[in-house]
């Protein structure tokens, strides 16, 4: 198993952009054969998927709540996945979760429960 850590979030007026970080951790060689992606948890509301990327960047796929608005992309030297967020609206406000699994329809299948490694999340709040 990987370990994830999300770095990024904070305030940011509406209109605003922010780039979130995701640095993937674990045994050597392991990292790079993961599927990476985001999710999101805004208050009250169940996790949702927002956008993931293959183990060489090659395949993507975005969630509809945040399409057109953001980029999803990887730095395999780096070991870390980044989400860019534009034009953000007060109801993107959320938790945004990395989360890793070796099956790339695993992150994008929709159930939560089948992915292996998550983040702790990080705090977006979208507020003028």
């Known amino acids: 198993q990987v370990q994830l850590v999300e770095s990024g979030g904070g305030l940011v007026q509406p209109g605003g952009s922010l780039t979130l970080s995701c640095v993937i951790s674990?045994?050597?060689?392991?990292?790079?054969?993961?599927?990476m992606g985001w999710f999101r948890q805004p208050p009250g509301k169940e996790r949702e998927f927002v956008a993931a990327?293959?183990?060489?960047?090659?395949?993507?796929q975005y969630g509809d709540s945040m399409k057109g608005r953001i980029t999803i992309s990887r730095d395999s030297a780096r070991n870390t996945a980044y989400l860019q967020m534009n034009t953000l609206k007060s109801e993107d406000t959320a938790v945004y979760y990395c989360?890793?699994?070796?099956?790339?329809?695993?992150?994008?299948?929709?159930?939560?429960?089948?992915?292996?490694?998550w983040g702790k999340g990080t705090l977006v709040t979208v507020s003028s």
């Open positions: 989360a890793a699994d070796l099956d790339f329809r695993a992150v994008v299948g929709g159930r939560t429960d089948a992915i292996a490694s």
């Open positions: 674990g045994p050597s060689g392991n990292t790079y054969t993961h599927t």
């Open positions: 990327v293959n183990r060489d960047g090659r395949r993507i």
